[in-house]
């Protein structure tokens, strides 16, 4: 007997669809901001964006970034089928964008002291991937 799907009932994982040029892109060490004009749907573009401005001290800066990159995200989770809860693996690499847009938005809305953004984003992040929390710290 072979059983299938997620034993708890939940809805299964999301994997979004690969979108390997932005990713070589940054890799490659094209700055963030030429990656996210050419690619202003990657998440991953975004999300680098906001953890350039955090890290210069920009914390505005970088919230609206993570924000445009979260909202992205949201919208290619839905088209890959997402209900609004489930699982989003941090092991299947095209999430990190999203996750790591998540990620930068509750720590810009702690900052800023938006509490119950930055809480839900944590909660949201965690019920998504708690290996992205344990990952991105």
């Known amino acids: 007997m072979t059983i299938h799907g997620n034993l708890l009932g939940g809805p299964p994982?999301?994997?979004l669809p690969d979108d390997p040029e932005p990713r070589r892109m940054l890799a490659e060490g094209t700055a963030a901001?030429?990656?996210?004009?050419?690619?202003?749907?990657?998440?991953?573009?975004?999300?680098?964006l906001a953890d350039e401005a955090f890290e210069r001290?920009?914390?505005?800066?970088?919230?609206?970034y993570a924000r445009t990159g979260y909202h992205r995200g949201l919208d290619a989770l839905r088209r890959s089928g997402w209900k609004g809860h489930g699982p989003?693996?941090?092991?299947?690499?095209?999430n990190r964008g999203f996750l790591r847009a998540l990620h930068a938005l509750a720590r810009a809305a702690g900052v800023i002291g938006e509490?119950?953004?930055h809480?839900?984003?944590?909660?949201f992040l965690e019920d998504s991937s708690p290996t992205a929390v344990r990952t991105l710290g």
Do not use: I, K, N
């Open 119 to 123: 809480e839900r984003c944590a909660q």
């Open 57 to 64: 001290g920009a914390v505005v800066e970088s919230y609206a």
């Open 115 to 117: 509490q119950e953004e």
């Open 88 to 94: 989003v693996p941090w092991e299947h690499e095209p």
């Open 13 to 15: 994982p999301t994997h």
């Open 33 to 48: 901001a030429d990656v996210a004009a050419r690619f202003p749907t990657s998440s991953l573009a975004w999300a680098q």
